[in-house]
Structure formats: C-alpha cells, structure tokens
C-alpha cells in the first residue's frame, strides 16, 4: 500500500524484501507464550509474521497514518499510537509479569535513545533485535582501541551481549537509505548491580569520553569526579579512553561508587 509518502521526520524507510523479512524473524524466532513489543511497525511487514506466532504483541506506532493502515489490516493487534521513547514499559510489564522481548525497524536518529531506554529498564527486558545503521551497529560491537569505540559501545556491551547478525542492503528498503543497515541482537544481561553502582558507570564512561583527545586524567578532573583521586584504582590515567576495556570502567565506577554517597549523584544530574 503506497497512498502515503514516508515521513522524514520520523526516520521511515519500509522494509519490502521477504527474504530479508523472514531473516529477521528467524532471528527473533519468536514464540507462541512471548511478550513482544515491536518498535515502529510501519505498515506491518514484520509485524504480519509476528502476529502468526506470538499471542501477546504490542506495537507502538507514531505515525497516525500507519495506525490506520495497521488497523485495517490486523484488527485483532494491541497498537499503541504513541511514541516509543515516552511508553512506560513497566506497566506492560507489571501487567504481564514477564519479561519483554523489543524488536524493530527503528527510525535511525534516535538509535541511541531508544536503546539508552531499554537499558534503563533492563531488569524488564530479555532480548532486543533492532534494524540498525550499520555504523551504528559497528559502534555498538567495537572493541577498544579503535575510533568507534565510544560511549554507546561501552554502556551496551556492560549490560549486555550484543551479536551484530546481519548486515542489509539499501535496495531491500522504500525509499532506499544511503546508508546500508544491520540486525543487532542485545541479550539483556541477568547480573544486575546495585542501581547506583550502574548510574556512576553510567556517569563515569560519559566523564571519560567527554574529550575524546584528552587523557583519562584531565578527563575525570573536568567532570562530576573531579574531587576524587583514582591514582590507587590500578587504571593508568595516561592513557584515552578508547583504550580502557569494559573492566577497566568497571573498575573506575566500583572506586567513585564506594566514594560517592547518593545524594551527590543526585545533584550531578
């Protein structure tokens, strides 16, 4: 159905190819007792195979063009008209008792929000796969030492384990991106810390790439840390952040978190 040009604004570009479709959904591979919300839904491409396996799906669309589109066509769907980024997921939670599984094709500007969410309510999310931008994908996965190594690889990798699938052609894609595409897949992980230990993380990986060109040292000391001395942490403050490891800003965050009382957190917002 094209009666409707897709809006910029919102990021849409329609998935058309069922080979790369049915890609998806085997990695998905949804089940029939599942709680899947899916982002985005579009005019339901993916979401016309979901609704075949799982009885509880929830799509949140923004588009109110596309809302109609997805009622006419599967009038039995739990559609939200609404914006992902202000949906409270611990209602659906609480109200199912179980753990969400989120999938989609997500508009590409607001990659890092959308996935900044679902890490902040990880204690109600298993498993999460995304249509991403493929660069955004690499960030996601990089490694330390290289240039896409940054604060969205780190905070992601810390709560979860990321697998880069797939990666997607434009042509598969109306209207076609200029930038080719991928399928990630976050598995939420279970070890949870303390929410203040995972907030100073949180804050501790934003200091340390504040300036990307600066040493860990004069990193931390023009940020919210700067009171404290990490001299004894055993991390060499010589060096960038692109090259400490994930362990290594666990490290740092266990240090400014034992030193750190919770009040001082809250004013630093």
Known sequence: MNHKF??????????????????IISEISPK????????????????????????????????????????????KLNLISG????????????????????????PYNITS???????ENREMIHDSVLMVQHEVAQRITAKSGG???????????????????????????????????AIIHLFFKENLNDRKDDEVFIKIVKAAFGNRRKMLYNSL??????????NDTGIDLSLRAEKLSIEDFRTLAKFASGQIDKGYLEQSK
């Open 32 to 75: 029939c007792n599942d709680l899947i919300i899916e982002i985005g839904p579009g005019e339901g491409a993916i979401t016309s195979k979901l609704i075949e396996k799982a009885d509880n799906l929830i799509a949140i669309e923004i588009d109110k063009r596309n809302v109609e589109v997805l009622t006419a066509k599967f009038p």
């Open 6 to 23: 897709p809006i910029k604004r919102f990021g849409q570009n329609y998935l058309r190819d069922e080979n790369i479709i049915g890609k």
């Open 147 to 181: 240039k896409e190594y940054g604060i969205l690889s780190v905070i992601t990798q810390n709560f979860t384990d990321v697998k880069l699938c797939f990666k997607v052609s434009p042509n598969v894609f109306n209207p076609r991106p200029k930038v080719y595409s």
């Open 221 to 230: 000391k023009n940020s919210i840390f700067g009171h404290l001395n990490f």
């Open 83 to 106: 914006d992902f980024l202000k949906l409270d997921l611990s209602k659906i939670f609480n109200k199912n008792g179980k753990k969400l599984r989120i999938v989609g094709n997500i």
């Open 113 to 119: 929000p959308i996935i900044f969410k679902m890490i």
